[in-house]
């Protein structure tokens, strides 16, 4: 495996474990969204295990083969980071902005193995791994279970043509969705949400996105030992099938239409979302099977 120039970018694609309680689709190293600060300390973001459709482009700085940096491709300021420097199992991992210089970025090794260990005494022992039932990334004993092994440079090239496809088909998808966006916010539609208080956007959710969240919530049912009612208004943090709802929609344009456009030109962009799950039976009037307060058909979205 020859070094990687600082100029092209590496993702983490996971390998093995499967990860089987984050869905069926590959993983890889990914970001939450959010971003956070600690005053006199830097800022970071928060690393995940995520659907590999949502990779995150790193860099390579150094020698991976013995020391070097691995920082985002959009911003080498911010690079991966121990945790407090606590090389130590169970410790997380985060991405980190370290104030340049003065306090420089962990250093880590890709083995020959496809695994990644941090840089010094501890490379033979520690490597990154997954914590079952979670996103985040914590240092693991090598050879544990739960250790992450990641892709070669043959599947990052097929991964990097993929993603360039994938990028295109999602541009011409959205200048779909927006002129369709811009058709549904005419006047009547405006006047409708002032006097009512609320809109029904019939098709703002195309269907092949709510049979996708229907299928994850029926899995995460059909395995649930403790009953269905922890799934009324259960929050589902960065979940694919649920977050397209809105990301993957007509939504977010129908926010800039509405509201006007974030700075930057960014999107309007969920993380996660929560669900009101209803049951046949549930909020029914006394007597009656079906209630009249629920509505079933999901493609069609409520926007309050």
């Known amino acids: 495996m020859a070094a990687i120039s600082e100029l092209k970018t590496h993702y983490f694609l996971v390998k093995s474990p499967k990860c089987e309680w984050l869905g069926q689709e590959h993983k890889a190293l990914c970001l939450l969204g959010n971003h956070y600060k600690l005053a006199g300390h830097g800022e970071g973001k928060t690393l995940i295990l995520s659907t590999s459709k949502r990779a995150e482009p790193f860099v390579l700085v150094g020698d991976r083969h013995s020391s070097c940096d691995i920082l985002l491709a959009s911003d080498k ?89 994938l990028l295109q088909r999602e541009k011409e998808a959205g200048s779909l969705l927006r002129m369709a966006a811009d058709l549904k916010c005419d006047q009547e539609m405006l006047k409708s949400l002032g006097n009512e208080g609320f809109i029904k956007l019939e098709g703002a959710v195309p269907k092949d996105l709510t049979d996708e969240a229907l299928k994850y919530i029926n899995m995460l049912i059909g395995q649930s030992s403790q009953g269905a009612d922890q799934f009324k208004a259960k929050s589902f943090p960065n979940r694919t099938e649920i977050t397209n709802l809105f990301n993957k929609s007509m939504l977010p344009y129908i926010m800039e239409n509405l509201l006007g456009p974030l700075a930057g030109g960014r999107p309007y962009v969920q993380n996660q979302g929560q669900l009101a799950i209803r049951f046949p039976g549930d909020m029914c009037d006394p007597g009656e099977c079906w209630s009249r307060h629920v509505m079933f058909a999901l493609p069609q979205v409520t926007l309050l």
């Open 77 to 165: 300021s911010f690079g991966l980071e121990i945790n407090y420097r606590k090389e130590e199992k169970g410790n997380s991992l985060s991405i980190w902005n370290c104030n340049g210089d003065r306090y420089p970025h962990s250093k880590f090794v890709l083995n020959v193995n496809g695994t990644v260990s941090p840089a010094g005494q501890n490379k033979s022992k520690l490597v990154l791994g997954a914590k079952r039932g979670e996103q985040g990334i914590v240092l693991v004993g090598a050879g544990d279970p739960l250790q992450l092994v990641f892709q070669g440079d043959a599947d990052l090239e097929v991964h990097r043509k993929e993603m360039a496809a």
